[in-house]
């Protein structure tokens, strides 16, 4: 399994932006996608999917972002809304928990290379 992010770019404050998590290989075998964001080497959980339709968000952006699929495209999406620049960070999602749950888990086994978001303010 493999994953590739896309959609990150600059906006101003207030803006949107949506990121997408694509998967290639066995998708069949995906039963989490995890997105965090990365600010140097402190890593932060923003929300995750499980296999069973469960979706958990982060406090700091309930409300304001929103997981998606299309089981079709083999794609997850992170719908961002009324950002900050608090926001600012690389993005990513992940698959495969090694350690924890499927939300803010230790380790994962696959990451995809991260995609850059900017918030001007």
């Known amino acids: 399994v493999q994953l590739q992010e896309s959609g990150g770019g600059s906006v101003e404050a207030g803006g949107s932006l949506t990121l997408s998590c694509t998967i290639s290989?066995?998708?069949?075998?995906?039963?989490?996608i995890a997105w965090s964001r990365h600010y140097g080497k402190r890593r932060e959980a923003v929300g995750s999917l499980?296999?069973?339709?469960?979706?958990t968000y982060a406090d700091s952006v309930k409300g304001r972002f929103t997981i998606s699929q299309d089981s079709a495209k083999k794609t997850v999406y992170l719908q961002m809304n009324n950002l900050t620049p608090e926001d600012t960070a690389i993005y990513s999602c992940?698959?495969?928990?090694?350690?924890?749950?499927?939300?803010?888990?230790?380790?994962?086994?696959?990451w995809g290379q991260g995609t850059q978001v900017t918030v001007s303010s």
């Open positions: 992940g698959t495969g928990v090694v350690l924890g749950r499927c939300f803010g888990g230790y380790e994962y086994r696959t």
């Open positions: 290989g066995d998708s069949d075998s995906v039963d989490c």
């Open positions: 499980e296999s069973t339709g469960k979706i």
